[in-house]
């Protein structure tokens, strides 16, 4: 996966979006670009202009294993060149102005990019230079602006950052993981049966050795113990094991006890 | 916003999560992390055995002007002394196994924190070293594991990209902004009985220049042309610019029809 001999075995996975960077100036960048697609299922990468030439070692260096992506890369003298055999092209913009065109969240554009993906057609998203951002005849050649949604205060996002939060849209927006679940190691979640015969070990245990002799309190108290147990998913290993810590401390208060009472004999 | 002396004015945004960094080995990457936290609103940073030691001057270059979150950074010996204060503590992990405990994806992981910091208790987000990721025991020390959906083909995130997805979803979890919108620039989106005015004025120069002199054909040709203006939303300025297109054309080719007649001539 990160091997140096050809990287990781990447391809294009179906109709995904072709990535553009406009006049990009670090090749570090450019393979941090291609790692942040590669880990979003993004394939296609277009240089418009690079400024320090292509192709570049340090894009390689940086892009831990994404080789298949900067190998595939084309290079391109203008964005017209870059998108002129795609049907619908998003420029990312963090402070669009003076301008009329759609606005999309980061969200909403992988929404629309999917939609459009799906009907076979050639979508591309642009990125613009680190410093300056795409300038007014780049934005000209898109549809829509994506402006991600992120503070106000604090605008100023990397080069591979902004490609991160696309691929990682693109990526979700196809996922369908459920929100939480709980890993177990191969055991199950126990049932309730097996969750109250556990409390009922502990109970008889706690009565056996006097914590529950308060007997008014006794009911609330064994209430408060179910709560807890009851609070979370314990697995039915967790449950044997609970099942001999019980019964082990109950054993180990015996085995004092005896030896308090040897002693005190 | 990236100055030097200081950096932009960042100060904590209501109750978020504290960002702990686990045996970080990159002051850079220390400086990205803090970068991303930026964008994300998030604030609070914790670095836990530092591997070159802190502070590092390289942090505070790559941070972007994300200085004040670098400023107040705290050092903290093990994960256990970083969490103590805390009340729940979330631990990214691309590759959970051999444990038992719940898994959330980014976004299942932010809904929870939001739920958890409305609630006025402190959350804490663990992020791993650069190669190695956390440890088991790191793990034993969080209620929950983070995994966030991405290419299982490519796995290998950079570090600050995680602090970057994290902070995105924990930003986008309360942003409301419309997925698409349309920027103007002061100027109104046109209502249809504007619009209206302009395809008549089209239709009546078309009819004079004689475009339209098949008469079957006339009525679908206008439908097609009202279909082509109507796909997407027109502003009151592009309305009178369209009008002034179509006038000047047509003078243009009358006066050109002139021209050819007086040649004829």
Redesign the interface.
């Known amino acids: ?2 091997g140096r001999d050809g990287g ?3 391809r294009p ?1 179906g109709n995904s979006p072709v990535v553009v960077l406009v006049r990009p100036q670090l090749a570090d960048n450019i393979g ?1 670009c291609a ?2 697609m ?4 993004l394939f296609h990468l277009r240089l418009v202009a690079p400024r320090d030439g292509w192709p570049q070692e340090k894009a390689w260096r940086n892009s ?3 080789d298949r992506i900067l190998d595939a890369a084309t290079v391109h003298p203008t964005v017209a060149d870059a998108v002129a055999d795609l049907h619908h092209v998003f420029a990312t913009c963090p402070r ?1 102005r ?11 554009a992988v ?2 990019l999917r939609q459009i993906c799906a009907r076979d057609l050639r979508a591309g998203l642009l990125f613009g230079p680190e410093r300056a951002g795409l300038d007014n005849d780049d934005m000209a050649e898109a549809d ?2 994506v ?5 106000p ?6 080069l ?2 902004a490609v ?2 696309m691929a ?1 849209e693109w ?2 927006a196809a ?1 369908d ?9 191969e ?1 199950q979640v126990a049932t309730k049966g097996r969750l109250d015969n556990f409390l009922t070990h502990l109970v008889d245990q706690l009565d056996a050795c006097g914590f529950l002799r308060n007997l008014p309190k006794r009911p609330g108290m064994v209430r408060n113990l179910r709560h807890l147990f009851q609070r979370g998913e314990v ?1 039915e ?2 449950l044997r094991t609970l099942h001999g810590v019980v019964t082990e401390l109950a054993i180990g208060r015996r085995r004092r006890g005896r030896l308090e009472t040897e002693t005190e004999a």
């Open positions: 996966m990160t990781a075995d990447l996975i941090a790692r942040a590669a880990n979003g299922g831990s294993g994404a669009p003076h301008i009329v065109k759609p606005v999309l969240t980061a969200r909403g929404a629309e829509a602006l402006r991600f949604p992120l503070n205060a604090f605008m100023s996002l990397n591979a950052q991160m939060v990682y990526w979700t996922d993981t459920v929100p939480r679940r709980l890993m177990t190691n055991s697995t290993q967790e």
